[in-house]
């Protein structure tokens, strides 16, 4: 129906792009962090909300459950005690903050610490809603160079002195160590050692976002969370979208009070969803590390499946990341082909993917890669629709030249 009030002379300045109309998703769906739904434990969460909503249901009756900005307590001390076992954090029940999404703990640490024209420094290939609302706030992105084991320090180190000797003082270091997004990577402990000596050396604060976390490889273990090493210079966030489910809109923060105190009246939603964070609350006090052991080796065996599959399809043309554990791989492709060209195509033939340049700081080093997510479909549609993607890479760049799928067809 088209409005009767002519919105467009009413609206605000800055305002984003308008929204496309949502359209259900292809056959080939490799992006978004979406998680396996044969992996979602109903019963689980059934007998949860049952028993949470006996005990505590009344008190949806009141915003925030009459308990408090913070989140549920009962949450909030799960958070505490799995961070404390699983990443060394020590913290208390209330230096957490419950978030709807870790996307919002972004947004709000964003708010209060970026003003326009803001230096802040980002891994070369990152999580794109982080980039992106970064630069919305006006912030100049400058992208730290990654390896195998994440950010490079004496890279690091003399960019920070290049921007010192420039008189530029970034406000902040945003980094996902733990799993990074998209190069699935894991910072060892010397280098967050270094990571955290430097950040203090140049006063600058570390945003520390450990989304994937939970998400391990069978026999990888994570060193303990820059939070752990100095809780003075980091915030920290983590979520339940990818241990459990992205649709619970439920994430966290960790910081001290002080950080919290300017944080809270950021967050402008009146509280995250109580009752999601009861149920998680009471499903995870119980069941955490027997479903998190189980969705990984589901996820390890999906993660075989891609890497397979793009051997397979696309031999020696693919060089792919070693993932450490999440639920995407990064893949570079020779120089010959720019993957933004591929998205058209691709998108005709039911196949989506991340392009490199939405996935970091710069076009310039990520033209020819890609991030594709293997959680949410089966194994035989990886692997179909990685075939579906070869086939298409190379009708539109002669690439991959001996393809497996060539012949077929
Ligand atoms: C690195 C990273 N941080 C934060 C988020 C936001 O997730 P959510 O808002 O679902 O917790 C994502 C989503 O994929 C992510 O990849």
Partial sequence: M???IDYTRLLSADLPEPAAKWAPFPKYYFIGGNNDPTQIPIEGLIEAAASVLRRDGAKLAIYNLGLGPQGYPPLRQFVADKSARTRGIRAAADDVVITTGSGQAIDMISRMLINPGDTILTEEYCYQGALNRFRKLGATLVGMKLDSDGIVIDALAQQLADLQARGIAPKFIYTIPTVQNPTATIMP???RQALVRLARE?????FEDECYADLLLDGIEAPPALYALDPGCVIH????SKSL???????FIIAPWPVISRLLPLKGDSGTGALDQMV?????GKHFDRHVGHLNTVLHDKLQTMVEAVAQEFGAAAECWAPKGGIFLWIRLPESVDVRKLVKPAAEAGIVFNPGPDWAVSPDNSFNSLRLCFAMPDKQTIRDGVAELARVCYEQTGIPMRSGNVPRR
């Fill in 245 to 251: 489910a992205p649709a619970l809109r439920l994430g």
């Fill in 202 to 206: 140049h006063n600058v604060a570390i």
């Fill in 2 to 4: 088209d409005t009767t």
């Fill in 189 to 191: 402990l010397e280098r």
């Fill in 280 to 284: 998680v609350a009471e499903y995870f």
């Fill in 237 to 240: 966030i983590g979520s339940f």
